[in-house]
């Protein structure tokens, strides 16, 4: 369960994965949802990298959702999310993004995080942009790439810059 000051994440059951499937009208979220669940029976033991995650505000009122698409054995996974339409525009999307990115950069595999979008959702490309996603200049079935490497920790960050600042003198650091 990822937790944030407005929304509560947590990944679906197999009961709920399968009421979605049902309910769902929209023929690719359903497919993608049947995805998801195939994902999670195949690799149990990767239940959260495979399926749905409900996004609730923290009275329990759902947002959206949220999934991983698995992880990859190179240490890189992606990221899909949706805000139902009554709750878009009001910054649950970038507080959940922010908050899965947090989540799977936990995992030391991790190595970055990827998303796609429509190649017209400025609004999606923005929620990435503000999450530190950058395009990565290829084009998937639905539009633009986005990538997000792991942030560099504070001690290597600042060994880089006294490294930096060491050539910029023009002495060697060793």
Known sequence: MIKTDHLCMYPASREQM???IACEQNADLKKAYCEMLEGCLRHPEQWDWYAVWM???TDGTQVGDLCFKGLREDGIAEIGYGILEAYQGQGYATQAVQAAC????G????KALEAETEEGNAASQRVLQKCGFHPNGSFGEEGPRFTLNRPMKQEKRQRNMRHLNFIKRGRKPW
């Open 107 to 110: 995992h030391p595999e991790v």
């Open 55 to 57: 996004i609730e505000k």
């Open 18 to 20: 399968e009421d979605m």
């Open 102 to 105: 947090r989540w799977a950069f």
